[in-house]
């Protein structure tokens, strides 16, 4: 482990789609590409200036399918590797998302959301592509999908998304949105609290011994970068732990098995949850991205009235942290779950604990859910 | 004594692969693989440097049977991987081998961009005139008038010309062979892997399977004479009337050019960034100490 602090702590004015440049680089992402959409553009941007002073690269594609192919071969090449885009750009991705699934291929793809289906909402925010980050690409598959609410958030997951990609050699979605993504804020860079920076692990046999799909306990097989002596077959079909392919279905049952495991033994570390007010609460909201900030303006206004209100931040939605909503959902009489969609996380709450008392709240206009909107809603539960 | 091309396939081919492999017998597809192993292997470049990505269809298994390092991609990407491992290991020597379908239909953007991008890679087009994998429906590359399992009353479509294709979109090295001129496809393909830039070799092949039995050319021997009858060097090409030329095409090396490449100019942007930044006195962002150099 290295540490990602360097120098003296500076202020810095920052965009959410600027602090996740910075959060990248820190994580030691030295490759980009990248096909323009608002409200992402300004990452690919930045990363245009910066990369190449880093000695890394950036690349503008030519679509979204090449974009998500080449950090893919990036990646395979041992580059710590990003892409960035919204709406109609991720499910152009979704095709080489599954391979790098299928392939277990660490690398992180920002989806500053924006109002759908379709072109539909350039410019106006959304939380409706939450399912599609889990479920967006065909195929049982797992996946870590993280949302931030603000600008120091998309510093600072931004580097836990590398950091999970690596350590369990899988994709990572970064999900932000349009407010979090074009909202300017103050901050600290480095920050006081550095976040530990980790890296992929290598082989530590010689080549002729290694096996880039092999099972151990954690189920996360070394990787080996192309080129670096470890001559190795890389396919999308069903393969075997030599990497050819394999329709057995031992095989076949073996892989999938491992991939949703490898996930459920990291789940303490990578289900990560924030929590404001919650250990006398009696009332709690439940959400994520940028509606996180209304809710602790509106926790507060209700405190203020004397109603104990609490607040927990989902920042991974997938693998939903189950345990910490469960938790929130015994303690509380009734938990709001406000959402910048028609539903879409409510499915997973109401699955985890049948007997909660739920409301959802559920704007989808292109509007923001206000936090005097949550207060009412609060005061009404 | 191990007899050289015993040596070439001992080494260049994987044995932990299952032989025979999975294309049909008398397939072009098996030539063009000992094609490619014989040009790579009198290169004298070490198998950790070599890449070979491959898209989707039988031509797209090519790339498992090489001990090489290998991707199998998805249909028609195999040039946005290659493009991502180039550049993030420009000293690697980065192939692609893929179908037509698989490189001018569904990959047919991705195409013409790497050629104009003109990154070092060299592209392998092995162009047998139908979809092969799926069962004979038809390609940008199936002729106007032909058969297919799509177009049971005939192609009514003109096909696209690969190799013209690829000099249009500013491709360094473009070639065509084919599976009956073997020693030529040897010295193009190699041709293309030395070549500074963005090369293309496009192979006609046999698909005697399924273009063949819907149109008249079942048998593989046929097929070798078919293009050993139809195939007219460049140069001669070049004096025949579009009339003459009719159902023919030309083989050799359509392109050959010398101009600036990917990774060189790529390194140019890191220098005047860095330079830039100097100026400015600018420091976040990284100490510009040539913290890499791509010389290619
Ligand atoms: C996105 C996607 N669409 C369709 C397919 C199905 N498919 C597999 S191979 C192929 C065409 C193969 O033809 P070609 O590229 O000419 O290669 P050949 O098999 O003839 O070598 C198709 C359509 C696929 N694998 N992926
Ligand atoms: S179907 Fe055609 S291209 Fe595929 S292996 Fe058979 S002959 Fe070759």
Not at chain 1, 202 to 215: A, F, G, H, N, Q
Request: with cysteine.
């Amino acid at each position: 482990m290295q540490s990602s602090s360097e120098d003296q702590s500076q202020k810095y004015l920052l965009q959410g789609n600027e602090a996740i440049v910075e959060g990248a680089l820190a994580a030691g992402c030295r490759f980009f590409a990248g096909y323009p959409i608002t409200p992402s553009s300004e990452i690919a941007e930045i990363m245009s200036r910066k990369l190449p002073t880093l000695g890394g690269t950036f690349i503008q594609m030519e679509d979204e399918i090449a974009s998500m192919g080449a950090i893919v071969g990036a990646s395979l090449a041992g580059a710590k590797s990003l892409t960035a885009t919204s709406g109609p750009g991720f499910s152009l991705m979704q095709e080489n998302l599954g391979y790098a699934s299928m392939t277990e291929v660490p690398l992180v793809v920002v989806n500053v959301m924006r109002g759908g289906p379709s072109t539909g909402l350039p410019t106006s925010p959304s939380q409706a592509d939450v399912m599609q980050a889990r479920w967006g690409t065909h195929g049982d598959h797992a996946i870590i999908v993280l949302a931030v609410s603000s600008v120091a958030d998309s510093y600072e997951i931004t580097i836990q998304a590398f950091n999970l990609a690596e350590k369990y050699r899988t994709p990572v979605i970064l999900l932000s949105d349009e407010i979090v993504g074009h909202t300017r804020e103050v901050i600290s860079l480095p920050p006081d609290q550095p976040v530990p920076i980790f890296n992929r692990i290598k082989p530590s046999v010689p080549p002729e011994w290694y096996l880039p799909y092999e099972d151990n306990s954690r189920g996360v097989p070394p990787m080996a970068d192309i080129g670096s002596g470890y001559r190795h077959h890389v396919t999308g079909l069903m393969h075997d732990a030599k990497g050819f392919p394999n329709f057995s279905p031992g095989v076949t049952g073996g892989f999938l098995k491992r991939q949703y495991r490898k996930l459920a033994n990291g789940a303490d570390e990578i289900q990560m949850t924030k929590q404001f007010m919650l250990d006398d609460a009696e009332v709690a909201i439940i959400t994520y991205g940028c509606v996180s900030r209304s809710a602790i303006r509106a926790v507060r206004m209700a405190r203020e009235q004397g109603i104990k209100a609490g607040f927990l931040q989902l920042v991974t939605l997938w693998p939903f942290p189950k345990k910490a909503v469960d938790a929130v959902c015994r303690r509380c009489r009734a938990v709001l779950v406000p959402e910048m969609n028609m539903g879409q996380m409510v499915r997973e709450v109401r699955a985890v604990n049948q007997n909660a008392t739920l409301e959802q709240l559920n704007r989808f206009d292109g509007g923001f859910i206000t936090p005097a909107i949550l207060f009412r809603k609060l005061m009404s539960l | 004594m191990v007899e050289h091309a015993a040596k070439v396939r001992h080494d260049f081919l994987r044995h932990d692969m299952n032989f025979p492999h999975v294309w049909c017998p008398g397939c072009g597809l098996g030539i063009v693989l000992g094609s490619l192993i014989r040009a790579t292997s009198s290169l004298n470049i070490p198998q950790d440097d070599l890449v070979l990505a491959s898209g989707i269809g039988c031509t797209g298994r090519m790339s498992a049977y090489v001990d090489f390092n290998t991707l199998h991609t998805t249909h028609g990407r195999a040039l946005t991987f290659a493009t991502g491992i180039k550049l993030a290991k420009p000293n690697l020597t980065v192939m692609t081998v893929m179908g037509d379908g698989d490189a001018t239909a569904i990959g047919g953007n991705h195409f013409i961009h790497a050629a104009r991008r003109n990154l070092n890679i060299t592209a392998i087009i092995v162009n047998n005139m139908i979809y092969g994998m799926t069962g004979g429906q038809y390609s940008p590359t199936t002729p106007y008038g032909s058969k297919a399992t799509t177009a049971p009353y005939g192609h009514v479509e003109q096909a696209f010309s690969i190799a013209e294709l690829a000099v249009a979109a500013g491709a360094s090295y473009v070639a065509r062979g084919t599976v009956h001129h073997v020693p030529q496809l040897d010295g193009l393909i190699k041709g293309g892997i030395q070549k500074k830039g963005f090369s293309v070799i496009e192979i006609m092949s046999n698909c005697h399977t399924y273009y063949g039995r819907q149109n008249g050319l079942s048998d593989p021997v046929e097929y070798q004479k078919y293009f050993k009858k139809n195939a007219v060097s460049v140069k001669k090409a070049a004096e025949m009337s579009a009339a003459e030329m009719e159902g023919k095409f030309s083989i050799g090396v359509l392109a050959d050019i010398e101009q600036p490449a990917y990774v060189e100019e790529y390194q140019h942007i890191r220098d005047n960034a860095c330079k830039e930044m100097a100026e400015k006195g600018e420091k976040k962002g990284g100490d510009c100490a040539q913290e890499r150099r791509d010389e290619m």
